[in-house]
C-alpha cells in the first residue's frame, strides 16, 4: 500500500522528440504513404493513355482532351509521387532515431511545425534555403 510507482523522474532528454509520440507518428506516416498510393494508383488509371480501348480516330476535340487529362494526370502523379518520397523520409529517419531532426542544421525541428507537416525533415530555416 502507499505504492508509489508513478514516479517518473526518468525525464526524457529534451532535446530528441518524445518518444512517446514516436509510434501515432509511424502510424500517421505509414497510414498517409497508403493513401498517397491509392491515389497514385487512381490517378494512373484516370490516364487516358492508358485507356486500352481508346480509337486513333480521334475528333480533334477528343484529342485535346485527351491529352489534357493525360497531363493533368501526370502532374498530380508526379506531385503525390514527391509527396509519397518525402513521407517516405520522414519514415526512414523514425527508424533511425532521427525524426525531428533537421537534415541541413541538425538542429531539431519546430514542433509546431511537425504538428501541422508530420513529414519534414527540414526546419523552417533550411527548408527556406533550399527553394
Ligand atoms: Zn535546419
Redesign the pocket.
Known amino acids: 500500500m502507499g505504492n508509489k510507482r508513478k514516479n517518473k523522474k526518468n525525464r526524457l532528454d529534451i532535446v530528441k522528440f518524445p518518444v512517446v509520440l514516436l509510434s501515432p507518428i509511424k502510424k500517421f506516416l505509414e497510414k498517409e504513404i497508403e493513401k498517397l498510393r491509392k491515389r497514385k494508383d487512381e490517378m494512373e488509371k484516370d490516364d487516358p493513355f492508358r485507356d486500352e480501348s481508346r480509337t486513333s480516330n480521334n475528333s480533334l476535340e477528343e484529342d485535346l482532351d485527351e491529352q489534357l487529362g493525360h497531363f493533368e494526370s501526370e502532374v498530380k502523379v508526379k506531385f503525390l509521387l514527391k509527396q509519397m518520397i518525402q513521407f517516405r523520409k520522414a519514415l526512414s529517419r523514425l527508424r533511425i532515431g532521427k525524426y525531428g531532426i533537421?537534415?541541413?542544421?541538425?538542429?531539431m525541428?519546430d514542433t509546431d511545425r511537425l504538428a501541422i507537416k508530420p513529414e519534414a525533415t527540414?526546419?523552417?530555416?533550411?527548408?527556406k534555403e533550399r527553394m
Do not use: D, Y
Open positions: 533537421c537534415e541541413g542544421c541538425a538542429k525541428i527540414f526546419c523552417i530555416k533550411c527548408e
